[in-house]
């Protein structure tokens, strides 16, 4: 005990970690919540100099660093409340295992959909997974929660042109969109998107804050609101404005239209 406890004060009491690309914030008490986890052998059994670290010293693990944040909770409130439409419960399973929780990964890999999302008149709300820390869970490890903390507004956004010819038919450019911008919390778009979402414009962002710069690797509007659609999103507003243009001074030229226009989705 005196070797972990000599090795535990040489990290500091704020731990910066970058997660597969997604930087977190967190205590080393939190790293350390439970016993015999990758984590805690990490933090307790080796000093700051035996981790890998990036570019600006932030202790670095190759793994998902969106489902990250599951870990993360699951070791800092003793439980876990999943979305109600969450879609990566395997994902997060084997993150689970890599990370050595092996209570958490047992209920993730047994629990049937009705055990992990239990209705209370009707409505699907948020599971709760205890974890082993905690002494005072119930057998079956679910509770109901209400569901704000998936609750939130994304918004796709999108400039789309079209050519209108003198016959007044449209071109085979009709409607042709040069990128599908997304408006969010960072947390929420990701959990949509996932690996589509391209974070080139606003890196390094965390979880918890907001951006307006991301946009997606695909241009079709219908594969964004499937997307959504899946993840409980409904949409609840929309707006659009255009300008018309001529190529040049003769009217009798092809007309030029480009409009933008955003959708508001909610959960």
Same mark, same amino acid.
């Given at each position: 005990?005196?070797?972990?406890?000599?090795?535990?004060?040489?990290?500091?009491?704020?731990?910066?970690?970058?997660? #597969?690309?997604?930087?977190?914030?967190?205590?080393?008490? +939190?790293?350390?919540?439970?016993?015999?986890?990758?984590?805690?052998?990490?933090?307790?059994?080796?000093?700051?100099? *035996?981790?890998?670290?990036?570019?600006?010293?932030?202790?670095?693990?190759?793994? $998902?660093?969106?489902? %990250?944040?599951?870990?993360? $909770?699951?070791?800092?409130?003793?439980?876990?409340?999943?979305?109600?439409?969450?879609?990566?419960?395997?994902?997060?399973?084997?993150?689970?295992?890599?990370?050595?929780?092996?209570?958490?990964?047992?209920?993730?890999?047994? #629990?049937?959909? *009705?055990?992990? %999302?239990?209705?209370?008149?009707?409505?699907?709300?948020?599971?709760?997974?205890?974890?082993?820390? +905690?002494?005072?869970?119930?057998?079956?490890? +679910?509770?109901?929660?209400?569901?704000? /903390?998936?609750? #939130?507004?994304?918004?796709?956004?999108?400039?789309?042109?079209?050519?209108?010819?003198?016959?007044?038919?449209?071109?085979?450019?009709?409607?042709?969109?040069?990128?599908?911008?997304?408006?969010?919390?960072?947390?929420?778009?990701?959990?949509?998107?996932?690996?589509?979402?391209?974070?080139?414009?606003?890196? *390094?962002?965390?979880? $918890?804050?907001?951006?307006? !710069?991301?946009?997606?690797?695909?241009?079709?509007?219908?594969?964004?609101? *499937?997307?959504? /659609?899946? /993840?409980? %999103?409904?949409?609840?507003?929309?707006?659009?404005?255009?300008?018309?243009?001529?190529?040049?001074?003769?009217?009798?030229?092809?007309?030029?239209?480009?409009?933008?226009?955003?959708?508001?989705?909610? !959960?």
């Amino acid at each position: 005990m005196a070797q972990t406890d000599s090795q535990s004060s040489t990290f500091p009491e704020i731990v910066e970690l970058n997660v #597969g690309g997604q930087v977190y914030v967190t205590r080393f008490e +939190t790293l350390t919540a439970v016993p015999n986890s990758l984590l805690w052998t990490k933090f307790t059994q080796s000093s700051p100099g *035996d981790l890998p670290k990036d570019g600006k010293g932030r202790f670095f693990f190759d793994r $998902d660093g969106f489902l %990250f944040r599951y870990i993360l $909770d699951y070791m800092r409130d003793s439980e876990l409340f999943l979305p109600e439409f969450f879609k990566e419960r395997r994902r997060l399973q084997k993150e689970a295992e890599f990370f050595q929780l092996p209570e958490l990964s047992k209920r993730l890999a047994s #629990g049937s959909k *009705d055990s992990l %999302f239990t209705e209370d008149s009707g409505d699907p709300e948020e599971a709760e997974l205890s974890s082993p820390v +905690t002494s005072s869970s119930s057998s079956s490890g +679910t509770t109901l929660r209400s569901p704000g /903390a998936s609750a #939130g507004y994304i918004t796709i956004g999108y400039r789309g042109s079209y050519t209108i010819g003198r016959d007044i038919q449209a071109d085979a450019k009709f409607r042709r969109v040069a990128r599908i911008t997304v408006c969010s919390k960072i947390s929420l778009a990701k959990e949509v998107f996932g690996e589509t979402l391209n974070e080139s414009r606003d890196p *390094d962002r965390p979880a $918890d804050k907001y951006t307006a !710069r991301y946009y997606l690797k695909y241009n079709f509007l219908e594969q964004a609101f *499937d997307r959504l /659609a899946e /993840a409980g %999103f409904h949409m609840v507003a929309c707006n659009s404005t255009g300008t018309c243009s001529y190529g040049s001074n003769d009217p009798g030229e092809d007309k030029l239209w480009t409009s933008y226009t955003e959708y508001v989705f909610s !959960r």
